[in-house]
């Protein structure tokens, strides 16, 4: 099967297992609607400590879930970086799927406009394998350097700030709910590819585990020309809710199984 390979997308850093057993608890008090009426800029959104639990189902299957969250903040090659972690696992009981734990990585710097991208690596836990996948991205010298298992295996040309996938979770959010798209650089499979969205201000009411009521949300909808965990390539959906930090909340995709639906089912944040 093959390996999984970016997660920062938001639609894609959702596909997994069963490890994360959460009891799934109405928090619509969790929400915020200072200023619903705007985005949140970056700063905003790294005051909050996060945690997201997600479902992902395929059909009438349960697939797993996944956690996403910012572990810290910390330094980096002398520079403050935000580390973000998605850990991702499959649940063994799914046909052709197997039992799968990776633990995806993301070094993001924090900018004025939007963020970027300095490390990127994943581990591979299921098969004991650390640093299975590294992305070094040499701003300096327009580089991109890719290893695996620890040993170099491509350099490739870096022209602007970008990311591997997996910052999206972010990114994402500085324009959902307006009628800006946006276009992401991403580094993946040994290639440059990018992520277009196309962002709405149309209210929808949907339903959704982790809150008891029925929340607002926003529509977006893009392209991915590049290739993902499960096979995933091509168009999405996702649906952010409509408060002060844009929570994302669902995503559609078309991966190798077929149609799979990624949907909020816990979600936590406390002051840093």
Known sequence: MKQLGITGFFV????????????????DSLLTYDH???PPAMEELLEWK??????VKFGF?????????????TTYQGEK?????TVITSNSGIPFVGEEENHYNTFMVETDSTPYTTLYWRDNLDENEFEAEVYE??????????????????TLALTEPSSSGQLIFYYSRLFAGTNKDYRLPVYLEREKGYINATNSTKIE?????????PVKTYFSEGDANIDGPFGFRGKYKAWYIADDLRVPAEAHAKVWLGNVKVQLIDYKKERR
Do not use: H
Not at 12 to 24: E, K, R, Y
Not at 205 to 213: G, L, T, V
């Open 12 to 27: 894609i850093c959702m596909f997994a297992g069963m490890v994360f057993p959460s009891a799934i608890q109405a928090q």
């Open 137 to 154: 991205f040499d701003y300096e010298n327009e580089k991109v350097y890719v290893s695996e298992n620890m040993t170099p295996v491509d």
């Open 81 to 85: 970086i935000w580390w973000l972690r």
């Open 50 to 55: 996060e945690v997201f639990t997600y479902k």
């Open 36 to 38: 619903p009426d705007r």
């Open 61 to 73: 299957f349960k697939l797993g879930e996944v956690k996403t969250t910012i572990i810290k903040d």
């Open 205 to 213: 009411m949907r339903d959704y585990d982790a809150f008891e009521d």
